[in-house]
């Protein structure tokens, strides 16, 4: 599987993005998917999960404020990002791996077999 993440960009606080993680390779609506952010200087940090079955999970930071959603006709995982904040600042990555049951998702980073690139996003106060 080939990920290719995008949507990033510069943003204001408050303001919203919608990242993008387009899938090829494999028939990636048996994959469970998964977005990671890093900052400069800190650990990989997990943001959200969703199964193929459409279960969803996220980090404790994230309070209602993303939502992570797939479209497996067009093979591509979404994360929308709202209310964001200038310690949102971060690069963004997808990540998939086979769902061996239609609930399974992942938190952590070692379970993802596949990622993608990150895309940058910025949010300045």
């Known amino acids: 599987v080939q990920l290719q993440a995008s949507g990033g960009g510069l943003v204001q606080a408050g303001g919203s993005l919608r990242l993008s993680c387009a899938a090829s390779?494999?028939?990636?609506?048996?994959?469970?998917a998964g977005w990671f952010r890093q900052a400069p200087g800190k650990e990989r940090e997990f943001v959200a999960a969703i199964s193929w079955s459409y279960s969803t999970n996220y980090g404790d930071f994230v309070k209602g404020r993303f939502t992570i959603s797939r479209d497996n006709a067009k093979n591509t995982v979404f994360l929308q990002l709202n209310s964001l904040k200038p310690e949102d600042t971060a690069v963004y990555y997808c990540?998939?791996?086979?769902?061996?049951?239609?609930?399974?998702?992942?938190?952590?980073?070692?379970?993802?077999?596949?990622w993608g690139q990150g895309t940058q996003v910025t949010v300045s106060s």
């Open positions: 390779g494999r028939t990636f609506s048996r994959y469970a």
């Open positions: 990540a998939a791996v086979y769902g061996y049951s239609s609930s399974y998702y992942a938190e952590k980073s070692q379970e993802y077999d596949y």
